[in-house]
């Protein structure tokens, strides 16, 4: 199947209370599980920038297990922001968690110019050009930043991805249903990351591997001089 585009940023208010929701609580631990794995012992002592971060439901987790460090939360979608604004608050998280609003390839103007730890969940398939995610982990990371990307793979069919929302999604509401097949339609295969990698440049230094059976991660350290 044919990449299928989705607009870029998620600023339907529907859309992003459905995100900021319960529904996806478990996508949302599943990160965290795989930060533990592929980052065993790392503390964050500092801030942790997340790319595409929508309602913050992962930098909300993060805060809470890590009690020092500031989260530092990037999208281009004001409707996300608010959601993630207004759980933060709710949380008494307003102090470590924080949002920017900016949209990628567009200079980020945020606090910190590098950042040596630099995640992102169900970003890359929205992008028009992927490069601009791999181009922003070498703006903004620091030379032995630890990086975990996440997102989705696409099927090799429209009737896969449907097999794979009834599977992992049966009683999801219809609205984040709909958003998970575009979603799947729209993400990369493990070779176009893969070549993606290689055109970034991060092939050697970064990890491609199946997260699940529909999901990649890219993770690893830097180690850039
Ligand atoms: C599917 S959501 C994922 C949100 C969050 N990371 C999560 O796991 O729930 C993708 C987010 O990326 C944002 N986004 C898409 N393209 C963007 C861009 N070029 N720059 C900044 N944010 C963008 C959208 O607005 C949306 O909030």
């Not at 103007?109 to 970003?123: C, E």
């Not at 929302?165 to 729209?186: E, T």
């Amino acid at each position: 199947m044919k990449r299928i585009l989705e607009p870029e940023l998620m600023n339907d208010p529907e859309q992003a209370a459905a995100y900021a929701g319960p529904d996806l609580n478990n996508a949302y631990w599943l990160f965290m599980q795989f930060f533990h794995k592929y980052f065993p012992g790392l503390t964050p002592d500092d801030a942790i920038l997340d790319l595409g971060c929508g309602p913050a439901a992962i930098p909300l987790l993060l805060a809470r297990h890590f009690r020092t460090c500031e989260i530092h939360c990037v999208d281009g979608a004001a409707q996300m922001l608010a959601q993630g604004k207004k759980a933060a608050q709710r949380e008494q998280l307003e102090h470590q968690v924080h949002f920017f609003q900016g949209t990628l390839p567009n200079k980020l103007l945020l606090p910190r110019d590098r950042y040596g730890i630099v995640i992102s969940n169900s970003f890359l398939h929205h992008l028009a050009d992927p490069m601009t995610l791999w181009n922003a982990i070498h703006e903004y990371c620091l030379p032995n930043a630890a990086i975990l990307i996440i997102d989705l793979l696409r099927p090799t069919t429209e009737t896969e991805a449907q097999l794979l929302v009834d599977k992992y999604m049966p009683n999801g509401p219809p609205l984040l249903r709909h958003d998970m097949l575009l979603s799947l339609c729209a993400a990369f295969t493990l070779d176009e990351i893969t070549t993606q990698l290689q055109q970034a440049n991060l092939a050697a230094k970064l990890t491609l591997s199946m997260a699940t059976t529909f999901q990649f991660a890219v993770y690893g350290h830097l180690n850039e001089s």
